[in-house]
């Protein structure tokens, strides 16, 4: 997403001003060519050499005096912060200080980074990072809200103890978060205005207090969905089974935790829905007793014991009967054998609009692992063969596809 694009990384004087020798990192190894601009304070907390190998390019640190490609001289300088300006393809600032929020609120151009600003026309990241109480500073808040109002994007600093030993907001937040919002930046927003409902992860279906049956979702494939979803603008319900995993930034996220609950939650919500996407992996059958206390070993003399199981409600079968006109429905279809028979006759007997069939059991493919290996299948019989990649990957396809194959008819 980033490769070829010009990211000018604006770092100020303050000591998370070491993470954005990560985010430079990520940004590089994304393929963005990156230039860092530095104020004079931020050169007291990382050297600019770090930046300069780092980033295999001049560091701006000054107006009139660009180091490692010897003195320019005042007409020469005077022109490259205004051409990093209009090469930019979006500016990071990382960490933002309170004086670099307010010179760019008030249109102060007195160095380097803050005249180079003035000259930016393209999306443009403020990641504010200090002391709590200055960032709840009045002016500071006040600031932040005239950047906002001009088309700037505020990433909230985070919460916990700061490096001034007080705690409260005012971290930066990580490179990875910053760099997951500046990759949003490059996405094309063709799910803008859309519902998006998915569900991921397993279920639980309880036996006892302490134990219960599932499966091996880990809902990775139902996360990298949502998440390609929201970038794409989409707003988007994650319905979750149980997972290890973080909801993805700016998703409507809905923990649950039986398959009775998942379709309570799924049933609610899908009224809203221009699309309806079911990754998870939901347990067929549940315990027909859930006992109340653990079941103890010695209550049963025996040395095997039965379970009797009940079938749980399909879900899909049940919003495939519920789907409006202008309603678009994808399945999943885990399948060990016969995929291409059983995916079809799911998307046949659920009235799915396109059911994605994967082979689980094989290495890096299906459950747990991050790439998978899919075939989609539409009602018209067209069937896309795709080769082992990552799960985010197999996400933006099914989202092309989607977008492409569906009449919105709202
Ligand atoms: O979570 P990961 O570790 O990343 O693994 C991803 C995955 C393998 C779980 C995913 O790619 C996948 O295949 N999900 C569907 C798994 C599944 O339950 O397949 P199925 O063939 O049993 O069910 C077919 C469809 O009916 C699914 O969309 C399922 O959500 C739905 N279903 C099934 C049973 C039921 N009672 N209610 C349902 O809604």
Known sequence: MLKNKTIILGVCGGIAAYKSVELLRLMKKAGANVKVAMTRSATKFVGETTFRVLSENDVMTALFDF????????????????????????????????????????????????????????????????????????????????????????LEPGTGELACK???????PEPALIFDRLVKIFYSKDFTGKNILISAGPTREAL?????????????????????????????????????????????????????????????????????????????????VSHENKIKKRDNPKSSISIELTENPDILKMLGKKKQKHQFLAGFAAETTNLDTNAMSKMEEKNLDMIVGNIVGVKG?????????????????????????????????????????????K
């Open 67 to 154: 180091e490692g490609t010897g003195t320019l001289n005042s007409q020469e300088a005077s022109v490259q912060h205004i051409e990093w300006a209009s090469q930019a393809d979006a500016v990071v600032i990382a960490p933002a200080t309170a004086n670099i929020i307010g010179k760019l609120a008030n249109g102060i151009a007195d160095d380097a980074l803050s005249t180079m600003m003035m000259a930016v026309t393209s999306p443009v990241i403020i990641c504010p990072s200090m002391n709590t109480h200055m960032y709840e500073n009045r002016a500071v808040q006040r600031n932040l809200d005239i950047l906002e109002q001009d088309g700037m994007f505020i």
């Open 166 to 172: 007080t705690s409260g907001a005012g971290r930066l």
């Open 208 to 288: 006892d207090p302490v134990r219960y049956i599932s499966n091996h979702s880990s809902g990775k494939m139902g996360y990298a969905v949502a998440e390609a979803a929201e970038k794409r603008g989409g707003l988007v319900t994650l319905v979750s089974g149980p997972t290890a995993l973080s909801p993805p930034v700016g998703v409507n996220f809905v923990p649950v935790e039986s398959a009775r609950e998942m379709a309570d939650a799924m049933l609610e919500l899908m009224d809203n829905a221009d699309i309806i996407i079911k990754v998870a992996a939901v347990a067929d059958y549940r315990p027909l």
């Open 365 to 409: 493919s299906g459950f747990e692992a991050d790439t998978n290996k899919v075939k989609f299948f539409f009602r018209d019989g067209t069937i896309d063969d795709l080769p082992l990649m990552e799960k985010a990957q197999v996400a933006h396809m099914l989202l092309d596809h989607i977008i492409s194959n569906v009449n919105f008819k």
